[in-house]
């Protein structure tokens, strides 16, 4: 079963930068496993799929982050959030 098997519909639109309103496919719930060289966290997460070509390729909003327990440093391009195990996953943008 693929990921679009999987898609649920969802009405609506979402309202990115500047207030330009994107289509929304729909969405499908996945358990994401997250990781570093020495801790790993899985949650489920609520993936949106959007119409259009799109410089980013995933978005991570306030309900993520708050479900994960995430703490964001936009200067540093990291997200760092404890593990299951009590240790912290940092994840980096390269």
Known sequence: ????????????????FLAVQVEVWGYVDLQ????DEE?????????IVVKGPYTYNLLLGKPFLNKLGALVSFIHFKVKFPASKGNIVTLKVY
């Open 32 to 35: 994401t496993t997250f990781t």
């Open 1 to 16: 079963m693929t990921v679009s098997d999987q898609l649920k519909s969802s009405d609506g639109v979402l309202v990115r």
């Open 39 to 47: 801790s790993i966290s899985t949650i489920m997460v609520r993936y």
